[in-house]
């Protein structure tokens, strides 16, 4: 079973900058695709982005042109570069991956990490 551990949260002002590093312990290029969700308190766990063996990536319109996913395989990590933050993005993020095609579902991810809270203040 593929362990993640989710890394870089923090809290921050409206405008600034994070980026989340994902330290995978197996091989994380054997599985199909990777992403990142958040959940924020009293709401659903909801995808924000993904990016495929394949390299194809997407990313959910409340975080598109602001950011950016990424993979190191010689690290063997997944990153996500956040910029232009706001304060409705303020939950817990969370890393996982699956071999079934890439989604926004979180259903269909089998292996999670323990998650990197980010706080934005306006």
């Known amino acids: 079973q593929v362990q993640l551990v989710e890394s870089g949260g923090g809290s921050v002002q409206a405008g600034g900058s994070l980026r989340l590093s994902c330290a995978a312990s197996k091989f994380l290029f054997r599985r199909n695709c990777m992403g990142w969700f958040r959940q924020a308190p009293g709401k659903e766990r909801e995808g924000i982005s993904v990016i495929g063996r394949d390299g194809t990536v997407g990313y959910d319109n409340s975080v598109k042109d602001r950011f950016t996913i990424s993979n190191d395989y010689a690290k063997a990590t997944l990153y996500l570069q956040m910029d232009s933050l706001r304060p409705e993005d303020t939950a817990m993020y969370y890393c996982?991956?699956?071999?079934?095609?890439?989604?926004?579902?979180?259903?269909?991810?089998?292996?999670w990490g323990q998650g990197t809270q980010v706080t934005v203040s306006s």
């Open positions: 996982a991956a699956t071999d079934l095609p890439c989604t926004m579902d979180p259903g269909a991810f089998d292996d």
